[in-house]
């Protein structure tokens, strides 16, 4: 179903997948990376493949996490796992009806605007159902990283799964036939210059 090449960019699920779910936390100090996760980013980076973070926070619109808490849990996050090249945030919850909520696709949309790739180039990464769901509606491919709260059902209908993200870089990475040569490929600065991204 899918081309085997370099993905356009990998698109990360926060809690639960970057760092440890720690449910509507607005303390810095409780960010935790989890197991893998710099050494996953560190190799994508190397590889010049752009990361970015699509994540649901509806603690702020349950009151429970203020928007500078949420920035600051976010900038630890980078002081721990290095610079992300897009942030795609939803700050809504299921009542609102937003586009952006996962499974709606619209974070994965986003990411994929703000880094000029198609979403069909991406690769969304979560411990959710809701992830996988998102990538799926938005054209992408989604791997699944279970942790305990994964729901055996999410299991069995995700696309792909992995035991954690250090196997899903091996995969995204070794399954790029006929890399494109260093150099040869359009960096997108701006994209990084531009930093975080919300709406
Ligand atoms: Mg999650
Ligand atoms: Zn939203």
Request: proline share 9%; aromatic share 4%.
């Amino acid at each position: 179903m899918f081309e085997m090449r370099r993905p356009g960019a990998v698109l990360f699920d926060r809690d639960g997948t970057l760092i440890r779910d720690v449910p509507y936390n607005g303390d810095p100090n409780r960010v935790e990376p989890m197991p893998g996760a710099l050494e996953a980013l560190v190799r994508l980076r190397r590889a010049d493949v752009p990361v970015a973070v699509v994540t649901n926070q509806s603690g702020v619109a349950k009151g429970l996490v203020s928007p500078d808490e949420m920035d600051q849990v976010n900038a630890r996050v980078e002081e721990l796992l290095g610079p992300f090249d897009a942030w795609a945030i939803c700050v809504h919850d299921d009542a609102d009806g937003c586009t952006c909520r996962k499974p709606a696709p619209g974070l994965v949309i986003r990411a994929a605007a703000v880094l000029d790739v198609s979403p069909r180039d991406c690769v969304v990464v979560g411990d959710i159902g809701r992830d996988m769901e998102a990538a799926r509606a938005a054209g992408a491919r989604g791997i699944l990283v279970p942790t305990e709260v994964t729901r055996p059902e999410e299991i069995d209908q995700a696309p792909e799964v992995a035991d954690n993200l250090i196997e899903v870089v091996d995969r995204v990475l070794t399954d790029a036939e006929d890399p494109v040569p260093a150099g040869a490929r359009i960096a997108a600065p701006w994209a990084r210059a531009m930093g975080w991204s919300r709406w």
